[in-house]
């Protein structure tokens, strides 16, 4: 408990439906196990996502708005086996990756002034009050429109708030991307070669290992976070996670990293916990 006796709360912020699994699923776990609230807001409806049978956006077939309600039913299931405490949607559209027709589409995330998606996030931060906020970096990870405005909205509306949380973004060490190539042609052995380009862009993914703050041992909780990706069963070809199996995926798999951003506590890093200084 915090020093009023109100519990502990960490506010997670995603682009997607499945995004919270994949970058946060064991810390969401983790501190759920161990009493903290723990609140994921998801910023779109995910329509650009694969429908039934692995139909692409734009195939005949693919419809958005039953790829969205799906997702929404795989949302809950991946929230259930997690055990998150509270889901906020915001309900904006889907922008695809960068540079498709949809990123202009009426609606879309990537469309939405940040001011006015920060004044509804900030009056969810001020509900829930969140201890410790974790989003994206300023490339969004990955360079994801969606995941861009998310980091954008989340900062601003960590302003807006007047709350002072530690703000994380996710990050991953360079030194495992370096591996990650050899990964996927493990279990994907028919996957072609990256381009130059492409090597040279995972090449800056994620942040020079001397320079992560925050190493969250997540070991414990590797099969919920596996079954909470396993639950968005419709985005199968794009979790290329779920080809290792519960062990290869635990022993990969089992610590998520963060850039601590905004403190208050002065709690030394690197750290382990991203509630130091707060227990």
Same mark, same amino acid.
């Given at each position: 408990?915090?020093?009023?006796?109100?519990?502990?709360?960490?506010?997670?912020?995603?682009a997607h439906p499945d995004d919270e699994a994949t970058g946060t699923g064991g810390v969401l776990a983790k501190y759920a196990a161990e009493g903290i609230r723990t609140v994921l807001v998801t910023c779109t409806d995910g329509r650009c996502g694969d429908g039934p049978g692995g139909v692409?956006?734009?195939?005949?077939?693919?419809?958005?708005?039953?790829?969205?309600a799906m997702r929404r039913e795989e949302l809950d299931?991946? !929230?259930?086996?997690?055990?998150?405490?509270?889901? /906020?949607?915001?309900? =904006? *559209?889907?922008?695809?990756?960068?540079?498709?027709?949809?990123?202009?589409?009426?609606?879309?995330?990537?469309?939405?002034?940040?001011d006015e998606a920060a004044a509804r996030l900030a009056e969810l931060m001020?509900?829930? !009050?969140?201890?410790?906020?974790?989003?994206?970096? /300023?490339?969004?990870? =990955? *360079?994801h429109p969606d995941h861009i405005q998310a980091h954008r909205v989340t900062m601003a509306a960590v302003e807006l708030s007047g709350l002072t949380p530690k703000v994380y973004w996710t990050t991953t060490p360079r030194s495992a991307?370096?591996?990650?190539?050899?990964?996927?042609?493990?279990?994907?052995?028919?996957?072609?070669?990256?381009?130059?380009?492409?090597?040279a862009a995972m090449a800056e993914i994620g942040l020079p290992d001397e320079e992560i703050t925050t190493w969250v041992d997540v070991t414990g909780f590797s099969d919920q976070k596996f079954d909470a990706l396993a639950a968005h069963a419709s985005q199968g070809d794009n979790i290329f996670f779920l080809r290792m199996g519960k062990e290869r995926f635990g022993e990969l798999m089992g610590t998520e990293t963060f850039l601590r951003v905004r403190d208050t506590t002065d709690a030394d890093v690197p750290e382990d916990d991203l509630f130091a200084g707060l227990r």
């Open positions: 408990m915090t020093g009023n006796d109100r519990a502990l709360t960490l506010m997670a912020v995603h692409k956006p734009g195939d005949e077939g693919h419809d958005p708005a039953a790829v969205a299931a991946s !929230r259930e086996v997690l055990k998150i405490s509270d889901l /906020e949607l915001l309900g =904006y *559209g889907d922008s695809g990756m960068m540079g498709w027709a949809s990123n202009e589409a009426p609606g879309a995330f990537w469309q939405t002034p940040v001020r509900h829930y !009050r969140p201890d410790v906020v974790v989003t994206y970096d /300023e490339n969004g990870f =990955y *360079g991307m370096r591996h990650f190539g050899e990964t996927m042609r493990e279990f994907a052995p028919d996957m072609p070669e990256p381009d130059p380009e492409e090597l």
